[in-house]
């Protein structure tokens, strides 16, 4: 009997040992799916785990990062918290609940989680650092003075913290405290970074001279510290000593180890909040530092850009040409940088070359754009027929972009009437139209034209009065629909419409004014109609409305005839 029973209790401990043997298996097979990326795979194994052995902490915690890596974050959570019940006393299952929550955005069940193991682990900084930094994305700053202290405590002063706790107490309104801190330190311990804060905090406070004592013992600390030798330039720069300023900035601009980022954003800085005089008065200062800084570093594309913009503002046109172009040529796979000459050379009305680097930008980038700024070359150059053109091969390369071939459309229309066929222009409005039958640009144009020719009116009315329903502030779009209006002999209507377009910018039109003043004078209102004329005058300095000196005159001698 007892050999039986002995028998009976070695198959029961055999038969846990296969078991337990398994189950380390399958938890090793787990874990090994999920180091390779099979996370479903690795969490069908853990959850019957889960199933099998409950008490097992290390399947719940593999449990939870499959779960995260799977994006069910309140699976994670409960699996979390089940391994941390099991196993308290596991700073890494605890550290990770913590940062889950947070991940979470349950913020208060993170910092509760992380104070609780503050008190569990003494001998463990992280929680306490975490900590931290919840308290300052929270700006609880009473708890984050709180934990910088005990932060000092365990590692004595250090440079990081105190300039956080500088920053803290700043942002707190105690100010006059977080300069003390970093005085305090600055007298025990050598910081060029402390030294620069409390010139920064000097030079903004407008003592000059002190700012640059301070400076100066962070350049004794370390000569080519950047914050510290941008801040004494700055010192020079408010007493007005250029010499010192240049000859402090040189070594700086012309260094390997200052990033050309830092360089090109301080050029920047100057070329948009420096006076223009002094920009003048020491030009050839401030080029000696743009020089420098393109010679170190000649092929970077932001520098280039900033050196371009530099030139440009102080009004040396061709050096800002030869930037933008050299960033553009450096970096022909950039469509910002290309856009940026392309941009350049339209302010310089440089025509030709616009056209050319648009051409060469749309067969590089495909981009619908450049073809646009080539038509607006093409359009000054008056070459229509260009223009035509490439709204043709635009139309065959996206025929299914209804946008696209929208506006390619429109803009043949234009160009056919700039020509004087207007029959073709019409032909191509009415095939812009069927993409688009409220598309304002080719209302707008097609029935200001019919206006023009005094033909089919009512059409030209019903097209003109949805522009300006659908853009009622509009002054080109009003002042079309009021002439339309007069044409038909309703002055009187026309006359408000023309008013609300002197509100959004019809007086800067030599076209609406005249138009107005004509309207004036069909109603009568001679001395007003001849006010808006005096002003279309002035503005059709470019002939903008070509017969308007004969007309004008012609309508005042009728009236002196009267």
Excluded at 42 to 49: E, G, I, M, R
Excluded at 134 to 160: C, M, T
Excluded at 232 to 238: F, G, I, Q, T
Excluded at 525 to 552: F, I, M
Aim: hydrophobic share 40%.
């Amino acid at each position: 009997m007892k050999r039986w029973i002995i028998l009976v209790v070695l198959c029961q401990v055999s038969l846990f040992q296969a078991r337990a043997q398994s189950v380390d298996w399958n938890l090793i097979e787990a874990v090994q799916q999920y180091s390779s990326g099979n996370y479903k795979q690795a969490q069908a194994l853990l959850q019957s785990l889960s199933a099998a052995v409950p008490g097992d902490d290390a399947v719940w915690y593999y449990l939870a990062m499959t779960s995260v890596k799977l994006g069910k974050t309140d699976e994670a959570q409960s699996a979390l918290e089940q391994a941390v019940r099991l196993d308290s006393s596991n700073f890494w299952y605890r550290t990770m609940l913590a940062r889950l929550y947070v991940a979470q955005g349950k913020i208060k069940e993170g910092q509760a989680q992380y104070e609780r193991m503050v008190k569990a682990f003494p001998d463990k900084e992280d929680p306490t650092y975490e900590l931290l930094d919840l308290y300052l994305k929270q700006q609880e700053f009473d708890k984050a003075l709180s934990a910088l202290d005990e932060i000092q405590q365990r590692r004595g002063p250090s440079e990081a913290v105190v300039r956080t706790r500088h920053d803290v107490l700043a942002s707190m309104g105690r100010q006059e405290e977080a300069i003390r801190e970093l005085e305090q330190f600055a007298q025990e311990y050598a910081s060029p970074s402390v030294q620069s804060i409390l010139g920064d905090y000097y030079l903004n406070e407008y003592q000059d001279s002190l700012a640059g004592v301070h400076y100066g013992e962070a350049l004794a600390l370390d000569s080519s510290f950047a914050p510290a030798v941008l801040g004494m330039s700055e010192v020079y720069r408010h007493k007005r000593q250029y010499g010192a300023y240049f000859n402090t900035l040189t070594p700086f601009f012309s260094s390997e180890e200052v990033p050309v980022g830092t360089k090109s954003m301080y050029i920047g800085n100057l070329t948009r909040s420096l006076d223009p005089k002094i920009l003048q008065l020491h030009r050839e200062g401030f080029d000696s530092l743009v020089v420098l800084a393109t010679t170190h570093h000649p092929s970077d594309s932001t520098l280039l850009t900033t050196a371009g913009q530099y030139y440009y503002v102080t009004g040396r046109i061709p050096q800002a040409g030869t930037y933008f172009q050299q960033a553009a040529d450096a970096y022909p796979q950039s469509i910002g940088l290309t856009a940026t000459y392309i941009q350049f050379l339209n302010l310089q009305e440089d025509w030709p070359q616009m056209r050319d680097r648009s051409l060469e930008a749309f067969g590089r980038f495909k981009e619908v754009g450049f073809m646009d700024y080539a038509n607006l070359a093409n359009y000054q150059l008056r070459d229509f027929d260009a223009i035509i053109g490439n709204c043709r091969e635009v139309i065959a390369r996206y025929p299914k972009d209804k946008t696209i071939c929208l506006g390619a459309w429109s803009m043949m229309g234009d160009a056919w009437h700039s020509k004087g066929n207007s029959r073709e222009a019409y032909k191509a409005y009415e095939k812009a139209l069927r993409l688009d039958s409220s598309y304002a640009p080719v209302l707008n144009n097609y029935a200001y034209y019919l206006s023009l020719e005094g033909k089919k009116l009512k059409k030209a009315y019903t097209m003109s009065k949805k522009t300006v329903e659908a853009e009622p502030d509009n002054a080109t779009y009003l002042d079309t629909f009021a002439w339309i209006l007069h044409l038909q002999g309703k002055d009187l209507e026309a006359k408000p419409f023309f008013k609300h377009a002197m509100l959004y910018g019809g007086k800067d039109s030599a076209v609406v004014l005249d138009h107005y003043a004509e309207v004036l004078y069909a109603l009568g209102e001679y001395e007003t109609a001849k006010l808006y004329w005096r002003q279309a005058k002035a503005k059709n300095t470019s002939g903008e409305v070509p017969d308007l000196e004969e007309r004008v005159k012609a309508r005042l001698q009728a009236l002196e005839e009267k």
